[in-house]
């Protein structure tokens, strides 16, 4: 039995219905699945943070290569199906990943298992549309315990944004670039999804970068604060000028806007999408070496 049928046969066979509010658009494609485990470079010590497991296709192929794998996953149903699967080493989380508690891997407590706090994990994830910025924030940004590696399957305009280069820059990819190394590591068609969705999905690979971006002297938390209330600023119209937004949400005088992008080789009529990530790092560290952020 191909796997399109399959699928349908096992939601007929639970009476599960898609919804595409939830973004349940499940993958129906072995290849796409074979994939993403090639893509991840999975091994016996690992642990698996997956979001969104849905059937458990990818849930059962992670569990052959890893330790030890973590599946949260909204629907109760769904949540269900998978629990009764009882597959060896997956544990079943019924919750919200956004509202789940800051340390990933204290979703799981059974028999009285204490975790290290600093534990190491990795994240593979077939990421609803909807909830793919706000998942990149929580665990880039607000989760201390941070993954060593996340594998997403993502909308395909969304993994375009995260990889752009100056010209195309969004806070999104300012965002994911200063915590990571990403790329897009494939293509995937919407005809390898049941129900298909309206646009194509593309699998990312971010491995985080393990040398501070700032400065080693500095408390990185404070200088993350910083620098994002900077960059946020820096996008805060779209497509006017870099000076102009920092003038108004800063309240730091143009003329000294001027001085700095000029000492830091920049044009004064550039715009934020026009910078790289080295600009933004080079425009703060003057701004907060002059405490004006």
Known sequence: MDL???????CKSHNIKPARSKG??????????????KVADLNKND???????????LTQKLAEKVKKVIAVELDDKLAEVLENKRIKNVEVVNENILTS?????????????????????KIVANLPYNITSRFLRKFLEEVDNKPEMMVLMVQKEVAE?????????????????????????GEVAKESFWPKPKVDSAIVHLTRLRHPLLSKEREMSEAEKKFFR????????????????LKKELKVEKDDIRKILVECDLKETVRA???????WKRIFLVMDGRNML
Do not use: C, H, W
């Open 4 to 10: 399109i049928s399959e699928t349908k046969q096992f």
């Open 24 to 37: 349940q658009n499940f993958l129906i494609k072995e290849k796409i699945y074979n994939k993403i485990i």
């Open 47 to 57: 642990v698996v943070l997956e979001v969104g497991p849905g059937l458990g296709f």
């Open 101 to 121: 508690p800051p340390d990933p891997l204290s979703l799981v407590k059974k028999g009285g298992e204490v975790r290290r706090q600093k534990e190491g994990y």
């Open 161 to 185: 944004r995260i990889i752009a280069k100056p010209g195309q820059m969004s806070l999104l990819a300012v965002s994911v670039q200063f915590y990571t190394d990403a790329r897009i590591a």
């Open 230 to 245: 900077l960059v946020r600023a820096g996008f805060s119209a779209k497509r006017k000028q870099l000076q102009g937004n």
């Open 273 to 279: 999408q026009e910078l790289s990530l080295e600009d």
